[in-house]
């Protein structure tokens, strides 16, 4: 198994791959498709094993993180990883996987791609739900109805997101890192009830985003060598009652989206390609 480690709000999982979650602006829910919203910062990421004694009890079969999260804002998942020993990398939200919209397992699909590779994949705003785009990421409360895993499985008793990482099969990569020139970079940048306040993912606006095909091969990967990690949401009256302190402030207010009047970027990516769209999350519902 991967070593999984959080520090500085940031998950490491085995020596080559981070994963950290950033704030964001919600896209407008109207039937457009935005590009990318911009990157306002990092959210805080607690260990459960820190809060043993105040996390309930079916996080403690889980294990892993948590982050608090105000419906006010997005989320996105930012990528980094070793340009020279890449990793798969799987993601689910309420055990629902992110690209196929099928229940999480830990197999890697030879036909129908059920994960992504970093690099060359640097981030992922929301679930694959079109060709071309996906639908953002946004945190509603469980138990309405309102999640990716509760209109896909007809109940929401996970919530959160679930990631795993696979390790390349070995002497498909070098071990070390090869010598470089100095001006180029080494790194790639890129069941219980819910308790009260506990939240997951539901679908929001239409971004665009592509979700690029593993130009390795499935046989690349070892699928007996991986990590995984468990990232609960929390509200922040959760967040309050677990550490006993206040949730740290978001910068994202009625202002920021004034200030920023939607200040989109595009990723120039079109020689990428595409992988194909989940027809079970194309038809998931946006919260609108």
């Not at 020993?85 to 993601?91: D, G, Y």
């Not at 629902?96 to 970093?118: D, F």
């Not at 070098?174 to 308790?195: F, G, I, N, T």
């Amino acid at each position: 198994m991967l070593e999984v480690t959080a520090k500085s709000d940031t998950i490491s999982i085995g020596g080559h791959f981070s994963v950290d979650f950033q704030r964001t602006l919600r896209i407008p829910d109207d039937g457009k498709t935005y590009p990318l919203p911009p990157g306002l910062g990092r959210f805080p990421v607690c260990r459960i094993e820190d809060y043993e004694d105040r996390v309930p009890p079916s996080w403690k079969e889980h294990g892993g993180v948590f982050i608090p999260m105000y419906q006010r804002e997005a989320l996105w998942l930012s990528f980094s990883g070793a340009y020279w020993r890449p990793n798969a990398v799987k993601i689910a939200v309420g055990k629902i996987s992110a690209i196929t919209g099928k229940r999480l397992h830990h197999h890697l699909n030879r036909t129908e791609q059920n994960y992504v590779v970093c690099p060359d994949q640097p981030w992922l705003d929301g679930i694959n739900a079109g060709d071309g785009y996906i639908r953002q990421f946004v945190a509603m409360p469980l138990g309405m109805g309102y999640t990716v895993e509760g209109q896909i499985s007809g109940k929401e008793e996970f919530g959160g997101i679930q990631v795993i990482v696979y390790d390349p099969k070995p002497g498909k990569f070098p071990d070390e890192a090869p010598e470089r020139d100095d001006d180029m970079d080494v790194l790639y940048e890129m069941a219980a009830p819910p308790s009260p306040g506990e939240m997951g993912l539901a679908a929001g606006g239409k971004m665009k985003q592509e979700i690029y095909p593993d130009s390795y091969g499935v046989d690349t990967w070892d699928e007996e060598n991986f990590g995984r990690v468990y990232v609960h949401i929390v509200n922040s009256m959760m967040y309050r009652q677990i550490t006993g302190m206040e949730p740290p402030a978001t910068p994202v207010t009625a202002k920021t989206y004034t200030d920023f009047g939607l200040p989109w970027f595009d990723l120039y990516d079109e020689g990428k390609g595409d992988i194909t769209a989940s027809k079970k999350l194309s038809k998931v519902k946006s919260v609108k």
